[in-house]
């Protein structure tokens, strides 16, 4: 089982001015840890769960080209970007940007957005869920189109592109990657399905069934389920003096055990880097070798 480190938090004790070399000493702390990629959410404000909204956030895509500069293995990606924040050419174009200039380290990951207050707060488009779900599916069209060099006319409800013309084309091969984050049966995991090579899901009780749904949706639209790589949001809080560590790496066995293949963590502290030796010694040998 692989690890990601999924940074959501940047109100760090040394303030703004800090911000960037802090940053950077983590992604490279992380990167040489053998976290297998970094994310960040793709915020404008601080959500909820974390903290108020006042709270320091980072533009997603600024933030992973930094993180990129910074790093020379661990992939790249949002978890996740929502569809209404960017147009689809606009975004595809920000992807293979990263992709290109990582060396063919980036990921798209997408969903359908759910922020409204933010979203409002900014003058972004905030749609109806119907029309952000089809958002979501012709953008999942318009970036396999772009990444793949085809430049034919896209003419949908909501995007219409005269050329779609990308270029330079991303380096990651066979294809830049797509992961769907969410857990929505009737309409994420099929997208999923038809669209994506991954899917992100949180660790609730009824993560096994959203699986399920998943394989019925891969059952009834044709790719192999096993070809979708199953990735989860996991907290790894390590404790106080790393008493947690035993309990996050069976944890990670138990979802591995459910078929997943990445682990997207996020760190309490992340800024404190003496944390990643933990991960390199213990966490990160053991998750490999489930």
Same mark, same amino acid.
């Given at each position: 089982?692989?690890?990601?480190?999924?940074?959501?938090?940047?109100?760090?004790? $040394?303030?703004?001015?800090?911000?960037?070399?802090?940053?950077?000493?983590?992604?490279?702390?992380?990167?040489?840890?053998?976290?297998?990629?970094?994310?960040?959410?793709?915020?404008?404000?601080?959500?909820?769960?974390?903290? !108020?909204?006042?709270?320091?956030?980072?533009?997603?895509?600024?933030?992973?080209?930094?993180?990129?500069?910074?790093?020379?293995?661990?992939?790249?990606?949002?978890?996740?970007?929502?569809?209404?924040?960017?147009?689809?050419?606009?975004?595809?174009?920000?992807?293979?940007?990263?992709?290109?200039?990582?060396?063919?380290?980036?990921?798209?990951?997408?969903?359908?957005?759910?922020? $409204?207050?933010? =979203?409002?707060?900014?003058?972004?488009?905030?749609?109806?869920?119907?029309?952000?779900? $089809?958002?979501? $599916?012709?953008?999942?069209?318009? @970036?396999?189109?772009?990444?793949?060099?085809?430049?034919?006319?896209?003419?949908?409800?909501?995007?219409?592109?005269?050329?779609?013309?990308?270029?330079?084309? !991303?380096? =990651?091969?066979?294809?830049?990657?797509?992961?769907?984050?969410?857990?929505?049966?009737?309409?994420?995991?099929?997208?999923?399905?038809?669209?994506?090579?991954? @899917?992100?899901?949180? !660790? =609730?009780?009824?993560?096994?069934?959203?699986?399920?749904?998943?394989?019925?949706? @891969?059952?009834?639209?044709?790719?192999?389920?096993?070809?979708?790589?199953?990735?989860?949001?996991?907290?790894?809080?390590?404790?106080?003096?790393?008493? &947690?560590?035993?309990?996050?790496?069976?944890?990670?066995?138990?979802?591995?055990?459910?078929?997943?293949?990445?682990?997207?963590?996020?760190? &309490?502290?992340?800024?404190?880097?003496?944390?990643?030796?933990?991960?390199?010694?213990?966490?990160?040998?053991?998750?490999?070798?489930?």
């Amino acid at each position: 089982m692989k690890l990601g480190l999924h940074v959501s938090n940047f109100t760090w004790p $040394e303030g703004s001015a800090r911000l960037g070399p802090q940053l950077g000493e983590v992604a490279a702390a992380a990167d040489q840890a053998g976290f297998e990629r970094i994310n960040v959410m793709d915020h404008f404000w601080q959500i909820g769960v974390i903290g !108020p909204p006042e709270w320091d956030m980072l533009e997603a895509y600024t933030a992973l080209g930094f993180l990129a500069a910074h790093t020379q293995r661990a992939k790249l990606l949002t978890l996740v970007t929502g569809v209404v924040y960017r147009e689809p050419a606009l975004l595809a174009k920000a992807v293979t940007t990263l992709d290109v200039l990582s060396g063919g380290r980036a990921i798209l990951g997408l969903g359908a957005a759910w922020n $409204e207050e933010e =979203s409002r707060g900014l003058g972004l488009p905030f749609p109806p869920t119907k029309e952000r779900f $089809e958002r979501l $599916e012709e953008a999942l069209r318009i @970036c396999k189109q772009m990444f793949a060099g085809d430049e034919t006319l896209y003419q949908g409800e909501h995007y219409q592109l005269g050329r779609p013309l990308n270029n330079p084309q !991303p380096l =990651s091969r066979p294809h830049l990657p797509i992961l769907i984050g969410g857990g929505g049966e009737k309409k994420t995991l099929r997208l999923v399905a038809q669209y994506a090579d991954a @899917c992100n899901l949180f !660790p =609730s009780p009824e993560v096994q069934h959203k699986l399920d749904v998943l394989k019925a949706h @891969c059952d009834d639209v044709g790719p192999d389920y096993d070809e979708i790589q199953k990735t989860v949001l996991y907290n790894f809080d390590l404790g106080e003096k790393g008493e &947690r560590v035993g309990e996050i790496i069976e944890g990670l066995r138990r979802l591995h055990g459910m078929g997943f293949e990445v682990g997207h963590g996020g760190l &309490r502290n992340a800024w404190d880097t003496k944390q990643f030796e933990i991960f390199a010694n213990e966490i990160v040998p053991a998750a490999e070798a489930f």
